[in-house]
């Protein structure tokens, strides 16, 4: 796998409005992904100069009362947690309040101590060993929990499922153990530290926690497609009256279960201003940004294709286009979200959809595609 180093360069750049060919492509191109996948609802941004410099949605934010998607619809973040998460966590070590490289359990003493030492370092890089989901159903659970404390019992009495820094493992539990650490170093509770660390001073401003309880203006209804092994579990007359592929409501989930990895609520414009105060060292130390946008090693020198909590990858999109790629995905009941930023270009593209399953890279590739 070959190594990706970021081109550590101030590039100047102009806050610059799309063109109207622009703005029709950027329509088009969302349009079409959107008919050809069914998807309900698809709200996009985009970020560059400095600013969020198109914002627009498609579609409908509920399907059963008929309401359009507008450019304030809140969607599921899904994982897209995981680099907000991180944020806190590098702000912290960055103020020598937290180390790094010492063991998860100076952090979080309810962590058993069976385990391998592990490090914060390596659970921001998936390298801890922390397992992911492994029970039917487990990722959609549907149990509220009141604090991160309680979620830690969800996980934290199976073995790990690698060695510490031998494996690249995808864990959203993993980010668990971090949100804790944060509330431990910081002495606040995780959601409102969140809000006054990271929301507030990167200007996101509907952005928040994904409270199943609470009413929120202008939350999504989360959509999935009916698959062909649950159309074939149906009974005979249910199975008459639907079809695979058929669109319906997600799943029941509450996210409360897993709020650092994948517990909040945005929209694009919020999540381009989280990568706009990134790019502009609103949030951290530009040494502390390019560690996070570094990519990770396990201890035998092998690379991953992810630094501390981002994705890190060659580009995936049309030529001119280069430089590295920093991105997050996220995709739980309801949701199928992404946020790439290009550094090299100061741009940022921000798609949210509220249809599990949905290929959002593929709509990002084809907005990146329109503002050429």
């Not at 609470?214 to 497609?225: F, N, S, V």
Request: charged share 20%; with cysteine.
């Amino acid at each position: 796998m070959r190594s990706i180093v970021l081109l550590l360069v101030a590039v100047p750049l102009v806050a610059q409005e799309l063109s109207r060919d622009q703005v029709a492509g950027v329509a088009r191109a969302v349009d079409a992904q959107r008919k050809a996948q069914q998807i309900p609802a698809v709200s996009v941004a985009v970020a560059r100069g400095g600013r969020v410099v198109h914002a627009a949605a498609f579609g409908e934010a509920d399907l059963e009362n008929g309401v359009a998607a507008t450019t304030a619809s809140l969607f599921r973040t899904a994982s897209i947690a995981k680099p907000l998460t991180a944020t806190a966590v590098m702000q912290l070590a960055e103020q020598g309040k937290l180390d790094l490289d010492a063991p998860i359990r100076k952090y979080v003493p309810e962590w058993p101590e069976k385990h391998p030492p592990i490090t914060c370092r390596q659970l921001l890089a998936h390298l801890a060993g922390v397992r992911h989901y492994m029970y039917p159903g487990e990722a959609r659970g549907t149990r509220s929990f009141d604090d991160l404390v309680s979620t830690l019992k969800l996980f934290s009495k199976q073995p790990l499922v690698a060695k510490p820094g031998t494996k690249h493992s995808y864990t959203t539990y993993g980010f668990t153990l971090l949100g804790v650490a944060v509330e431990r170093v910081s002495g606040r509770p995780f959601v409102p530290y969140m809000r006054e660390h990271v929301f507030g001073p990167a200007g996101m401003t509907h952005t928040g926690q994904d409270d199943h309880f609470a009413i929120l203006a202008g939350r999504t209804r989360g959509y999935q497609k009916l698959s062909r092994r649950e159309w074939q579990a149906l009974p005979e007359w249910k199975r008459e009256q639907s079809k695979p592929g058929q669109v319906r409501n997600a799943h029941l989930h509450d996210t409360s279960m897993k709020i650092p990895g994948g517990g909040f609520l945005s929209t694009p414009s919020d999540l381009c201003r989280f990568a706009l105060a990134m790019m502009s060292d609103k949030l951290m130390k530009r040494g502390t940004r390019d560690a996070m946008w570094t990519p990770q090693k396990a201890v035998d020198g092998t690379p991953i294709v992810y630094g501390l909590g981002w994705r890190v990858s060659a580009p995936p999109w049309p030529a001119p286009y280069g430089g590295p790629v920093i991105s997050h995905s996220g995709g739980q009941a309801g949701t199928a979200c992404f946020l790439t930023i290009m550094p090299a270009w100061g741009v940022a593209i921000a798609v949210m959809t509220n249809l599990r399953g949905a290929d959002i890279r593929a709509i990002a590739r084809d907005v990146a595609a329109a503002l050429l």
